[in-house]
């Protein structure tokens, strides 16, 4: 059974967005998404200062079974990508919530994030 903290907002994407109170957010898939893929071998992440709309491809992961895109949860502007994961993308494995964030973003419209799923509503769709 895979993890789901209480504390995030999720996609039906298997994305997963925490929120800041400074307008900022963490992303990265969830524990559900990285054991369906299998050990990730690469993972492909936007530069700082790209924009997104919400439900846009912004990269790639990569594992031993398939690729997949990674989809913006809402509309935000890249401020950072998890650049560990160039050289450990197995961190997105081992610490999907921790470690293996991908990207530091600053949210559109912060309001947007409760359109997301909460905990137990992704729970049910996984």
Request: no cysteine; proline share 6%; net charge negative.
């Amino acid at each position: 059974m895979s993890t789901v903290p209480g504390d995030l907002h999720y996609t039906k994407d298997h994305e997963w967005l925490k929120a800041a109170a400074d307008g900022t957010a963490l992303v990265g898939i969830t524990d559900y998404a990285q054991q369906s893929l299998g050990d990730i071998v690469y993972v492909e992440l936007p530069k700082p200062g790209t924009k997104f709309a919400a439900g846009a491809t912004f990269g790639v992961v990569e594992s031993v079974k398939a690729a997949s895109d990674l989809y913006m949860p809402v509309e935000a502007e890249v401020l950072e990508a998890n650049s560990t994961l160039e050289s450990m993308p197995e961190l997105v494995n081992q610490v999907p919530y921790a470690g293996g964030w991908m990207l530091k973003v600053r949210l559109a419209d912060p309001a947007a994030v409760s359109k997301l799923l909460d905990a137990e509503a992704y729970q049910k769709l996984t």
